[in-house]
Nanobody
Framework: QVQLVETGGGLVQAGGSLRLSCAAS????????MAWFRQAPGKEREHVAG????????AYTGSMKGRFTISRDNAKSTVYLQMNSLNPEDTAVYYC?????????????????WGQGTQVTVSS
């Protein structure tokens, strides 16, 4: 079992930056593909970014590409999401997820382990 805890959310002005962290415990994440998802009120949970075991392969969705960067430190069992050039449309609860495979998926149903989420609010 992997337990995930996200931190780093908060309130930021448009154009600003935030760095989210996802700390894992209970099992090494070196054999887990990791991802960030987000969910805004009234919307479905959507894929933001994913990263493979070794951190060499990453995948981003839509407008996040070029603004967000996912990375991982397996020695610290932590995954990060650096978010730059934030805009109000990025306001959502951001979730960290893990799957016991090296295949990156964009669908939430592909991930067995989830954190509780951290709120990101971007003001205009």
């Amino acid at each position: 079992q992997v337990q995930l805890v996200e931190t780093g959310g908060g309130l930021v002005q448009a154009g600003g930056s935030l760095r989210l962290s996802c700390a894992a415990s209970g099992h090494t994440i070196s054999t887990y593909a990791m991802a960030w998802f987000r969910q805004a009120p009234g919307k479905e949970r959507e894929h933001v970014a994913g990263i493979d075991w070794g951190g060499r392969i990453t995948a981003y969705t839509g407008s996040m590409k070029g603004r967000f960067t996912i990375s991982r430190d397996n020695a610290k069992s932590t995954v990060y999401l650096q978010m730059n050039s934030l805009n109000p449309e990025d306001t959502a609860v951001y979730y960290c997820a893990a799957r016991n495979s090296n295949v990156l998926l964009r669908t939430p149903s592909g991930y067995a382990y989830w954190g509780q989420g951290t709120q990101v609010t971007v003001s205009s």
